[in-house]
């Protein structure tokens, strides 16, 4: 049996930021994960003003080493309406999964993680903890399970990796090209219920994709071949699709020794989509509470300082579901393509949140002074 610190289970933003993060202050980090890097991983690979500062702090580096193709111009539909066009907002950076994760993979390792990627995972033992591979046994104090969507660890302690009922589904295709394309970040509400389409440019393509909260979308294929016929896109590109945890975080990050990060503990933006900020963010925070815990000679109080730590994102996410129905539902629909059209401090939110700029909490405030105004115009548009 091999001996850590810190055993990592998954390799992607939120397991490689916890393992870049215990790494560097000098534990002993296995990480792990069931594919050999390079590996695809379905997203639109929407590295927001918030990812890019997140991965500063904790990567200690500029960006990210893998090609970006950075925008400021983004045009905005809600439910089949143009709402705007904006040429000059804050940078969005736009990646390819299989290279980001790449590269967070190899910044992790030459911070000191030892490299258990490519390992067949045959058994996870949350008690000890411990992990069986291919190649023998890992044993830690503790574990961060960054497992992903599907977390085999979340099932293992919840028996569920997530809530059906609450979950988010995502339909995806990518557009192959020799050069990026003209055209700008596009987001567009309402192409699937309770959710949105996407039009990414990429150094190398165009990722197109619908999702939404998926017991409201029973045919997401209806509305992915819509969508892609709005935009005026034939393509025989495979359609691939995975489960988007859409705002149902876990209350309970984890239990006992093993701290959950990223989509495992359900930490997605329920309107914007955005998973890769939070996961690099709860991977510093679970690293962060497995440091001070052993530094502390506690390991069983890693879960409670990272639940605590959690508090700001659990926060947020609870505000943005909160603001959601204003978006989304039918009655209140009108009032919000009016408001998001017309008033340049809607729009100026939307791109300060995507910039990492802003909170919910402010925007929260904001929203409900303005609730009547929104009603008056769902009322008379
Ligand atoms: C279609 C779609 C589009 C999206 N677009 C965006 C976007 O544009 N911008 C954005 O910010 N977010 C987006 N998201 C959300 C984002 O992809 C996730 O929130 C993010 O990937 C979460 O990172 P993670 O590290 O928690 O999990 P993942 O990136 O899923 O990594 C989990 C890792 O765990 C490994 N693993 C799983 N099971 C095991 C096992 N048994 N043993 C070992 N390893 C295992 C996997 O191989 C994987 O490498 C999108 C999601 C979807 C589905």
Partial sequence: MAEYDLLVLGAGPAGSSAAVTAARAGLRVALIDKHSFPRDKLCGGGFTGRSMRYFQQIFGAEAPDTPILHRTAISFCAFGHEVGHFTDVPPLHMTMRRDLDHALLRAAISAGATDLTGQKVLAIDA?????????????????????????????????????????????????????PPVTPVRIDFGAADWGYGWDFPKTCGRTIGVGGVMRRNTNLKSSLNAYLGYLGVHTDSPVKGQFLPFGAYRRQPGRGKVLLAGDAAGLVDPITGEGIAYALKSGQLA????????????????????????????????????????????????????????????????????????????????TVARLPNLLARSLTQ
């Avoid at 591979?133 to 969507?149: H, M, Q, R, W």
């Avoid at 990518?174 to 050069?179: F, G, R, S, T, W």
């Avoid at 996410?317 to 978006?327: D, G």
Wanted: a neutral charge; zero cysteines.
């Fill in 127 to 179: 008690e000890a903890p411990a992990v069986t591979l291919d190649s023998g046994i890992v044993s830690a104090p503790l574990l961060v399970a960054a497992d992903g969507v599907n977390s085999p660890t979340a099932r293992l302690l919840f028996g569920a990796a997530f809530d059906r009922s609450e979950i988010g589904f995502a339909l995806e295709v990518e557009l192959p090209l020799d050069a």
């Fill in 287 to 366: 690293s962060e509470s497995v440091l001070a815990a052993l530094g502390a000679g506690m390991p069983d109080q890693a879960l409670s300082n990272y639940r605590t730590a959690l508090g700001p994102i659990h926060r947020a996410i609870t505000q943005a579901r909160l603001i959601r129905p204003l978006i989304f539902l039918p009655a209140l629909r009108k009032g919000f393509v009016a408001g998001f059209r017309n008033s340049s401090t809607l729009r100026a939110e939307y791109l300060q949140l995507l910039a990492g700029k802003t909170e919910y909490g402010q925007i929260t405030r904001r």
